[in-house]
């Protein structure tokens, strides 16, 4: 089936910024005829080398929480299953091959960074990415969690 995808930043679709008041939209999204609803990331967001005031969401702080700045994971969960009442679709833009400098896995686990020639964790090497750090899945442990 043919479906049309589109893609929210949650903090900037309304004014709240929050699951709350976008699922509010989902109604409007449903008559324009959007099945799919992409949701960039949801995560807390890093401070260390943080662009802007507000930082990037794909500099994530920890995969297993919910940026406070959005809701709750309540609010989360309550904005999916209106979604799918409504019968559309959702996903979470999980970016999984690198976190922020301040991710709980760089606290419990640096040696799942990858390193430079100097043996230290290296930014991402796309020009102006230096907000995040690669993950090495080369580390069988990282791959297991």
Do not use: C
């Not at 040696?111 to 230290?120: L, P, S, V």
């Amino acid at each position: 089936k043919n479906a049309t995808i589109y893609q929210i930043n949650t903090r900037q679709f309304t004014p709240e910024g929050t699951f709350k008041a976008a699922a509010g939209q989902l109604p409007r999204l449903k008559e324009l005829g959007v099945d799919i609803l992409w949701l960039m990331p949801i995560h807390p967001i890093g401070e260390i080398k943080r662009k802007g005031s507000l930082g990037s969401p794909y500099a994530v702080r920890d995969f297993r929480a919910v940026n406070p700045e959005l809701g709750t994971m309540a609010d989360l969960r309550a904005f999916v299953e209106r979604a799918h009442a409504l019968g559309q679709r959702v996903i979470i833009d999980w970016v999984g091959n690198h976190t922020s400098w301040d991710n709980v896995l760089m606290t419990q686990h640096p040696e799942w960074y990858a390193r430079g020639a100097d043996g230290k964790p290296q930014p991402t090497p796309w020009f102006n990415w230096d907000d995040i750090i690669d993950l090495d899945y080369g580390k069988p442990e990282l791959r297991r969690y």
